[in-house]
């Protein structure tokens, strides 16, 4: 029988460094993010202003928590992903997020206290790494 290599040095290194940039790129981060919502106004530390209102930037891969805090009950949407959150008045609750889909989504109230009124609070912006 012949002694025959299925693998041969170059090939070996070409192939381990081709998982390891794949397994890297699709790798994420961890954020963390803290928002308070008072008056229907959102706003915390690590977010920027961007038309108007406040907008989480994340990269796609990464995973995102939000710790949200209110001073009024509500139930929070976050469009694209369709996860929500039930808040109760001067509660906290935990939004968790691993960011798959780029771009910029919504996070709505939907309704504050007894009202039904949508209202569009801050924007998940996710870019791509």
């Not at 009024?72 to 960011?99: C, D, P, R």
Request: hydrophobic share 40%; aromatic share 10%; with cysteine.
């Amino acid at each position: 029988m012949r002694n025959t290599k299925i693998f041969s040095a170059p090939l070996f290194c070409f192939c381990a460094f081709m998982l390891l940039m794949v397994q890297t790129s699709f790798s994420g981060g961890s954020q963390v993010f803290k928002i308070e919502i008072v008056n229907q106004i959102a706003t915390g530390p690590k977010v920027e202003k961007s038309g108007g209102l406040e907008v989480i930037r994340v990269s796609k891969g990464d995973f995102v928590k939000i710790f949200w805090k209110s001073d009024q009950k509500t139930e929070l949407h976050l469009h694209g992903y369709n996860i929500k959150t039930k808040l109760l008045a001067a509660g906290e609750s935990t939004m968790v997020v691993e960011a798959k889909a780029t771009g910029r989504f919504s996070i709505e109230a939907h309704g504050f206290g007894n009202s039904h009124k949508h209202k569009t609070l801050i924007y998940l912006e996710v870019l791509p790494r």
